[in-house]
């Protein structure tokens, strides 16, 4: 894994409501939270992190971690630059053209985006890339046309400023295919995971989680393809987000031996022993 320099500019609403999630410290506590790291930005990459610093905090008993609640990766690029987060997720690639010197951007894995339908949409266990299109497009509306029940498919979508709507285009629906006037858009990926498991007939792409197996969801292979660590690693599932982290140039003491931690072959292991891609 390699260190790249990153400059990105958001909104400043972003920085406003994670600044509205810290609370201001006096001369007097700031030494009670030096060993305090905080973690803000991307929640898709909150669960990578868990499993990191869990296992770091195993070892490093004078460090806290504290995850701040959990936005976008715009959220925890300008929550680092303004001092408010310590380290921030990101779920998508920080190209060398966004880099600057005041931040450092650290590639972490790939993770499978697949798409998932309610555990009702019996019959279905493979979706072709053709038929993404056409449900997503509206061509086809029911199941049946599928080889599944008689039911009206329900959309389930987001909006397109997020990572997995991108990922999804940039892999299946093309950026000009327009998207069903029926499809309900969510904007925030967990409120679309929980609506999609207590909804009938539902699809939708979400993120490949641990808790995905106990949801009332059953995640298709796509092409005959599905997504193991093995497919994509290879290549032959194409679809996944790219999750990292991001931290000032100068990190703190803290800050700097856990990314130590997280770049040597124990912190890999953690990764790869939860069936995570290592980004190369």
């Not at 690639?93 to 985006?113: D, H, N, S, W």
């Not at 987001?158 to 499809?183: C, F, Q």
Request: aromatic fraction near 6%; glycine fraction near 6%.
């Amino acid at each position: 894994m390699k260190l790249f320099a990153l400059r990105y500019a958001v909104p400043s609403a972003i920085l406003l409501a994670l600044a509205s999630c810290s609370t201001p410290q006096s001369a007097e506590t700031a030494s009670d939270t030096e060993s305090t790291i905080k973690i803000g930005g991307s929640s898709e990459g909150y669960e990578v992190l868990e499993l990191l610093t869990e296992a770091y905090e195993e070892t490093a008993t004078d460090v806290e971690f504290e995850y701040l609640p959990p936005s976008q990766t715009d959220g925890g690029i300008e929550g680092v630059k303004a001092a408010v987060a310590d380290i921030g997720a990101v779920s998508r690639t920080i190209e060398p053209a966004e880099t600057g010197e005041e931040l450092v951007y650290q590639p972490l894995v790939k993770a499978p985006l697949v798409i998932a339908v309610h555990e009702s949409v019996s019959g279905i266990t493979d979706i072709s890339a053709e038929q993404i299109n056409a449900i997503y497009s509206g061509e086809i509306s029911n199941w049946q046309a599928l080889g599944g029940p008689d039911a009206a498919i329900v959309v389930f979508d987001l909006s397109e400023d997020e990572n997995e709507k991108r990922v999804l285009r940039e892999t299946y629906l093309g950026a000009d295919l327009v998207i069903t006037p029926d499809a309900v858009a969510f904007t925030e990926d967990d409120e679309l995971l929980e609506t999609a498991a207590i909804t009938e007939f539902s699809i939708a792409a979400v993120p490949l989680e641990d808790d995905l197996d106990e949801l009332a969801m059953t995640v298709l292979s796509i092409d005959g393809v599905a997504p193991t660590p093995e497919n994509l690693q290879s290549g032959s599932y194409p679809m996944a987000l790219a999750l990292g982290i991001v931290l000032p140039t100068t990190p703190s003491t803290q800050a700097e031996s856990f990314l130590e931690f997280v770049d040597s072959e124990e912190g890999k292991a953690v990764l790869t022993d939860a069936d995570y891609v290592l980004t190369e």
